[in-house]
C-alpha cells in the first residue's frame, strides 16, 4: 500500500497556550494590585503561585515589559512598574494623542453600526452602575469590561487594529491609575453623566467637540489622582 503523502498535522501550540496564561494571570494580578507597584517578580516565586513551568513564565514576564506593566532590571529579573505622576502624565498625553486620531478617523468613515454600537455599551455601562448605586467601580471584571468596551467603541471605525491595539494598551496601563481614582469617585449619577455627554458628542459627529469631550475625559484620571498638580 502506498504511504500517504499528506502531512502530519502540527502539534497543538502547548507553549504559547501556557504563556498566554501566564500573561493573562500576571497582568491580571498586576491591574488588580495583588502584584504591587514596584514588587520583584521572580520566576521561581511566579511558578508557584499559578502552577505554570519557568519557560512560560519568562516568555510572559517579556512580553509584559513590552507593554511597560513591568520592568527589567538588568540580569536581575522583573519588577512591576511603579506608579508615579510622570508615567500617568506620559501615558494621558499618548492617549490623547491617538485616540483623538482614531476618533476622526471613526467620525469620518462610522456607520449606522458603529453608533449602534456606541449607544449599546453605553446602555449596559448604564444599568450595570444603575444595578450597583454608590458600589460601582473598578476591580469587578464585569466592570471593568464594560467600562473599556465603551471606550473601545467610540473608536470602533477608526479601521486600523494596530492603532486600536496600542490604545488598548495604553488604557491597561492607565487601569491602575485608575483604580485610585475611583475610590474617590462614588457619585453614580456624575459617572454616568460624564460618559453619557462624551458619547453624545461623538455621536453629533463634530469632531472639535467631541474632541474637547474626550481630552477632558482622559485628563480626568491625572486630575484626580495628582490633584495638586494634575492637568484638567
Not at 141 to 149: C, G, N, S
Not at 168 to 194: E, G, V, W
Not at 225 to 230: H, L
Request: charged share 25%.
Amino acid at each position: 500500500m502506498a504511504r500517504s503523502l499528506a502531512a502530519a498535522p502540527n502539534p497543538a501550540p502547548v507553549q504559547d497556550t501556557l504563556t498566554d496564561r501566564a500573561i493573562a494571570m500576571i497582568q491580571r494580578d498586576i491591574l488588580a494590585g495583588s502584584l504591587q507597584p514596584g514588587s520583584r517578580l521572580g520566576v521561581v516565586g511566579l511558578v508557584q503561585r499559578y502552577g505554570i513551568g519557568a519557560t512560560p513564565v519568562r516568555e510572559a514576564l517579556s512580553r509584559l515589559a513590552s507593554r511597560d506593566l513591568i520592568i527589567a532590571i538588568g540580569q536581575r529579573g522583573f519588577r512591576v512598574a511603579p506608579l508615579e505622576r510622570s508615567d500617568l502624565a506620559d501615558i494621558t498625553n499618548i492617549r490623547c494623542v491617538l485616540e483623538t486620531e482614531a476618533l476622526r478617523l471613526s467620525i469620518e468613515n462610522g456607520a449606522d453600526g458603529w453608533e449602534a454600537a456606541i449607544l449599546a455599551s453605553f446602555h449596559r455601562l448604564k444599568r450595570y452602575v444603575a444595578r450597583h448605586g454608590a458600589a460601582f467601580g473598578e476591580g469587578t471584571e464585569e466592570f471593568d469590561e464594560l467600562h473599556k468596551t465603551f471606550h473601545s467603541e467610540l473608536i470602533g471605525a477608526a479601521g486600523s487594529a494596530r492603532l486600536r491595539q496600542a490604545i488598548s494598551d495604553l488604557y491597561d496601563q492607565a487601569y491602575r491609575y485608575r483604580r485610585i481614582m475611583m475610590k474617590q469617585f462614588s457619585d453614580p449619577d456624575r459617572f454616568i453623566a460624564s460618559h453619557e455627554r462624551l458619547a453624545n458628542r461623538v455621536l453629533e459627529r463634530g469632531f472639535d467637540a467631541a474632541r474637547a469631550e474626550l481630552i477632558a475625559h482622559i485628563h480626568s484620571t491625572l486630575k484626580y489622582v495628582y490633584p495638586e498638580t494634575g492637568t484638567p
